[in-house]
C-alpha cells in the first residue's frame, strides 16, 4: 500500500517548528510534507489547497520576470532602447 503525502506551506522561519510535530522535507520538489501516518491537524496552519496542487504542478517558466503594469524610465534623458528589430542609430 502507498503511503501518501499531505505538502504543506511552511515558511522557512518555521521549519522547525514543523519539523518537531513530525514533518518531512521532499528534497526532489523542496517542499515540506506531513506522513500519511502523522495527524493531519497538527498541520493544519501550513496545509492549503494551493500547496498541495503546487507540488504536483510544475512551475511555467514562460512569463520570467516581466512585471505587468510596471514602467521604468533611463536616467539618461538621451537613452535610446534597442527593441532587436533595428539599431537605434542612424
Known sequence: MAQSKTYL???????????????????????????????PTQFAKWQTEASSAAAKKPKSRSSGNILAGVTTHPKDKDFVAYNGDEPPWD
Not at 515558511?11 to 510534507?33: M, N, Q, R, V
Request: proline letters at 6%.
Open 9 to 39: 506551506n511552511v515558511p522557512y522561519g518555521e521549519k522547525d517548528a514543523a519539523k518537531a510535530l513530525g514533518a518531512k522535507w521532499d528534497a526532489a520538489i523542496k517542499k515540506w510534507y506531513a506522513p500519511a501516518n502523522s495527524d
